[in-house]
């Protein structure tokens, strides 16, 4: 299911959740520079023992903190914190201050999306993937077929 | 982005929250027949207006709740509760009692997928989906390119 990203990339994900930590290790794994923030460091639990990235202790809302995470070298900046309206902060500020080339943002209520969108911000939407993950199966086993 | 399932189709899901609400809609203009089960009636305010299908106010745990859905007419059975024990139990009893031919469990924690596996249940992470989206953004980007 995974492809391999093959040129190393220097990449920052705020918030080291459930998606935080899974991108976190697979990236790190393969061979690319991750940097890890969250304000709760027992997050950083979630991280492999093959995990040779680096972690920061802090909140990503505050400029200083994504100034040490080095964002403004960041390739790819990912906003996974648990919380859309932080994402769609911390998407911004990568994206204006640090002119992180490839900002996404994870987005857990669909309907904020447009909102996204209209400020240029490219989204992922778990429930969106989800939902047609659920139409593909359907559609898949044939009963959904014409 | 979203295909078409063009068979009517009879399908019940379990818990109304984003991904119930957003199926549920989305299922219903296309035609299918739709019930949706939760504990919690305010969540069925998320349903559109021109959403035709059943909502049942009801814990889906318990069997006759089941019962009153006709979960054994079901063609299809989403268990989307906010909780993945209780979506693998719903699953299971899907499966097993009502012999739903369709069953996809959605699971938050992405190591409980081997369990899932195990009991044949398909399965739906929006973590891993969300986590190949960025990993294909990366990719699509050209950055990560060799």
């Given amino acids: 299911m995974r492809r391999a ?5 220097y990449i920052v994900i705020a918030g080291c959740g459930r998606l935080g930590s899974l991108l976190a290790n697979d990236l790190s794994k393969q061979g690319h520079s991750v940097v890890v923030i969250d304000r709760d460091e ?4 979630e991280l492999s023992a093959e995990f040779s990235g680096f972690t ?3 909140d990503a809302t505050e400029i200083e903190v994504l100034r ?7 390739d790819c900046f990912l906003a996974a914190t648990n919380r859309d309206n932080v994402n769609l902060m911390l998407a911004q500020v990568a994206k ?3 002119q992180v080339p490839i900002v996404i943002a994870r987005i857990f209520d669909p ?4 909102v996204y969108q209209q400020l240029g911000i490219a989204t992922i939407s ?5 939902a047609q993950a659920f139409q593909d199966a359907i559609t898949q086993s044939g009963r959904g077929q014409p």
């Fill in 5 to 9: 990203v093959s040129k190393n990339l």
């Fill in 68 to 74: 040490r995470a080095k964002s403004n070298q960041a």
């Fill in 126 to 130: 778990p429930t969106r993937l989800s």
């Fill in 56 to 58: 920061i202790v802090g």
């Fill in 42 to 45: 027992s997050r950083f639990a």
């Fill in 111 to 114: 309907s904020h999306e447009v």
């Fill in 96 to 98: 204006t201050v640090f």
